[in-house]
């Protein structure tokens, strides 16, 4: 266990460096002098090469890179060209909006996908099971932003159950807040429980076809009992490994998702900077989210290896 | 069997677009915004700007398979001698495996995000951000089929033979990836095609007035009220290219697996 931990986290600190030095290449490209955006077009080559010592720019790559590396572990972000407020700040203001819809959308997809997987199963070759099917292929070759433009159309305006757009915050307003997500995350989910749904039910059979699941019903235990303790435990492992790779498309498609709904989470800033090519906020977008989804996945991996003994065990 | 009629029919629309759109896709018509389907002249209907729905569609369709196939090439280019060398040669595989860390630590929307402030958007920055999001998954799919052919006996009565690596891997096992990778191509392509839209209809791909069913959605969301059929068109037609690619790739994994046919039966 030991062992795999400090492999796995040694792998997960060379990504961080080589996504690290990526992006701060990336940077270097985008388009623009800096030492001419704050001087302006007129400033003589003496004030550009000030500025440019001034910022750093005239040292070695490398040491541009240390640099570079130093202010982000301070928490140093910069500021927005555009507006002028910290980076941190707009982080902290956006941030939470999108955390709350992608774990609402998680929740949803897990509920939803593992309850259609197991209906798929035990109704094999009956009406739920093509139901359970159709749903799944509905999800994996239906783009998430259309259902929720039908959504906001049918659901929201024409039957008037949910609000079509606008975000209340969750944290002081919990009831309102969620209220106001839940057509959001049910859009955002469904792409996930259709992937979900397909796992289970695949890992599901698997498992209720093999031996000591015959064995446990020779024993004579209950049909709950065993789909509880078996079945779905053995899906579990399925159920996370699946969420984690998953995450950059729920990533991905959060920003599409307040887009539609116009709610004011990360996915707006991040458009938002794009759009008004605010180097900074990109800059911390993409390294916000390339950080967290390398810590995210890391953790998977640590759950993974908890919930199945097998990894830990056989690491090597 | 319904996925390969469908996929036809979907590359043939993309193929015979210029010959089956009645207008140019670009086209407005201000004297008739809004029409409904079925309207003499707009199968369809038309938009905002009068321009003829159908059109927009059947272009539409063409650029989402363009996209999907620059896409997939590019994931075929890159991806597959990376795999071939990862499962080949041990020391290159960790290497390798660390690259594909790095790759899969940014989401596909940040890569086009990344291409799009540095060089603008565009369809090829799309299908290049969608192409490169694909290829740590190529890779591992060509790494794994390198392993388990390179323990066959062809591989390895050639070995004894003194062949050298190299040919190893180009005349023994890189035709014998041609299946794993076909079967992934159908993986990519929806996918791709999911893509484009969605950058598209964030402004982050195809630019207006290019004809894409990302753009029309975007379009159409602002007067979804009105006329809603101008939504519902272009997400039909997405599903329409992913359902296709979906079946038709199914069957083809059942048919290039039959122990997976014999499981499911």
């Known amino acids: ?316 | 069997m319904a996925g390969g009629i469908l996929l036809a029919l979907v590359v043939l629309v993309a193929l015979l677009a210029p010959l089956l759109a009645p207008y140019d896709p670009a086209q407005v018509h201000f004297a008739t915004p809004f029409q409904k389907p079925g309207t003499v002249g707009f199968l369809l209907g038309t938009d905002d700007l009068g321009r003829d729905i159908f059109s927009r569609l059947v272009f539409g369709i063409r650029s989402s398979l363009e996209v999907g196939v620059l896409a997939v090439l590019l994931s075929v280019v890159i991806g597959t001698p990376l795999g071939l060398l990862a499962g080949y040669w041990r020391w290159l595989d960790a290497i390798i495996s660390r690259l594909n860390d790095v790759t899969l630590a940014f989401p596909f929307l940040i890569i086009a995000v990344g291409l799009v402030a540095i060089s603008g958007p565009s369809l090829g920055n799309a299908a290049v951000a969608i192409g490169i999001a694909h290829i740590p998954a190529m890779i591992r799919i060509i790494r794994g089929e390198t392993l388990r052919i390179k323990e066959s006996d062809f591989v390895i009565g050639a070995r004894t033979m003194d062949a050298s690596g190299g040919r190893i891997i180009f005349q023994h096992i890189l035709p014998n990836t041609a299946s794993a990778l076909i079967v992934q191509a159908t993986v990519i392509m929806p996918a791709a095609v999911i893509g484009e839209a969605v950058l598209s209809f964030l402004g982050l791909g195809i630019q207006p007035p290019a004809p894409s069913l990302g753009i029309m959605l975007s379009d159409a969301q602002q007067y979804l009220f009105r006329s809603p059929t101008a939504a519902i068109v272009p997400g039909l037609g997405i599903a329409a290219i992913c359902l296709a690619f979906n079946l038709f790739g199914d069957a083809l994994r059942d048919a290039m697996d039959p122990a997976a046919t014999s499981r499911k039966k």
């Open chain 1, 1 to 316: 266990m030991i062992r795999y931990l400090s492999t796995r986290l040694w792998h997960s600190a060379i990504t961080l460096v080589l996504a690290s030095v990526v992006i701060f290449i990336g940077i270097r490209q985008l388009p623009g002098d800096p030492a001419i955006a704050m001087a302006g077009e007129e400033a003589s080559p003496e004030q550009l090469d000030a500025i440019r010592s001034k910022l750093g720019l005239d040292q070695p790559l490398p040491v541009q890179y240390f640099a570079f590396v130093g202010r982000l572990l301070q928490g140093d972000l910069g500021k927005s060209t555009r507006t002028g407020t910290p980076v941190t700040d707009l982080l902290a203001g956006t941030l939470p909006v999108t955390l709350w819809l992608a774990a609402y959308a998680i929740v949803v997809a897990v509920v939803a996908g593992v309850l259609l997987g197991v209906v798929a199963e035990r109704y094999r070759g009956r009406w739920p099971e093509w139901l359970s099917n159709g749903f799944a292929l509905i999800g994996l070759s239906v783009p998430s932003f259309w259902l929720g433009l039908l959504a906001i159309l049918y659901l929201a305006v024409n039957l008037g159950w949910f609000p079509a757009s606008g975000y209340v915050d969750v944290g002081t307003n919990p009831v309102r807040g969620l209220y106001y997500l839940t057509l959001p995350a049910l859009i955002l989910g469904t792409g996930l429980a259709a992937v979900i749904l397909r796992q289970t039910r695949a890992s599901m059979i698997e498992t209720m076809s093999t031996d000591y699941v015959r064995t446990a019903r020779a024993k004579g235990l209950g049909g709950g009992r065993i789909l509880f303790r078996y079945g779905l435990r053995n899906s579990l492992i399925v159920v996370v490994t699946i969420v984690g790779l998953q995450l950059g498309g729920l990533i991905s498609g959060a920003v599409v998702t307040e887009r539609i709904f116009a709610l004011p989470g990360f996915g707006k800033l991040t458009l938002d900077s794009v759009f008004t090519r605010d180097y900074p906020v990109i800059q911390a977008v993409v390294l916000v989210i390339t950080v967290g989804y390398i810590l995210i996945n890391l953790a998977v991996d640590i759950l993974y290896s908890v919930i199945n003994p097998r990894i830990r065990v056989g690491s090597n």
